[in-house]
């Protein structure tokens, strides 16, 4: 049997792919909660996402307590 999660606990495998089959097979086939499918947009938002998202994260991480001044000093001048 397939692991479920990565040692990270995220969800095994390519997450776009599998939305992305989903929506397909949701066209043919209406499947419960999915209603229409997701459109292009939505789905281009997840693939930026999932490609784009652990980089960006570790990075915004690592400048956290920089970045939390910086979110202050930003939320005064409003």
Known sequence: MKRL???GYDIEGN???RVFRLNMLNKLVPI???RNG???KPALVLLC??????PVF????RYEPLLHKLYLR???TR
């Open 5 to 7: 999660r990565t040692p």
């Open 15 to 17: 997450g776009f792919f």
């Open 32 to 34: 419960g909660n999915l």
């Open 38 to 40: 997701t459109g292009i």
């Open 49 to 54: 996402l999932h490609w784009f998202g652990r």
């Open 58 to 61: 570790r990075l915004l991480i």
């Open 74 to 76: 930003i939320g005064k």
